[in-house]
């Protein structure tokens, strides 16, 4: 049960700071230096976003370092997070999954796949004990 609640929780924080930045990024950033720049600014961000709530997680509900329980949390919170994303962007940017994968710019959005990845694996890479 603690792993669900650790892997919702790790979902919601940083898809909540994810949202704030993307607006930031979407309503300041992309028009001076464009999307593809605005993207990878974002993302630095973002990892350290992940590795400091994925590690405040890990030591408030003290969980063990089982590689399962880890693996869970990163788990559920990327099924969770993909849900949200491509359920957001079907419902607000009218886009079928297959527009979207066309429309992600080969650079930025080969960034973002491997930080989803990241993101799943960071609960077993911080706070290594």
Do not use: C
Not at 2 to 11: I, M, Q, S, T
Not at 57 to 76: E, K
Not at 92 to 116: A, C, H, I, K
């Amino acid at each position: 049960m603690r792993v669900l609640e650790a892997g919702v929780l790790y979902f919601a924080l940083v898809f909540g700071a994810g949202f704030v930045l993307g607006t930031i990024r979407t309503g300041w950033i992309v028009q001076p230096i464009g999307a593809r720049a605005a993207e990878l600014v974002e993302m630095p961000i973002m990892l350290m976003v992940t590795i400091l709530v994925a590690g405040w997680i890990i030591r408030d509900l003290a969980l063990t370092f089982t590689p399962s329980v880890r693996l869970g949390m990163g788990g559920i919170a990327l099924v969770l997070l993909l849900l949200a994303e491509f359920g957001l962007v079907v419902w607000v940017r009218g886009l079928s999954l297959r527009e979207y994968f066309q429309t992600r710019d080969p650079v930025s959005g080969t960034v973002y796949y491997l930080m989803l990845g990241v993101f799943a694996l960071m609960p077993l890479l911080v706070a290594m004990k």
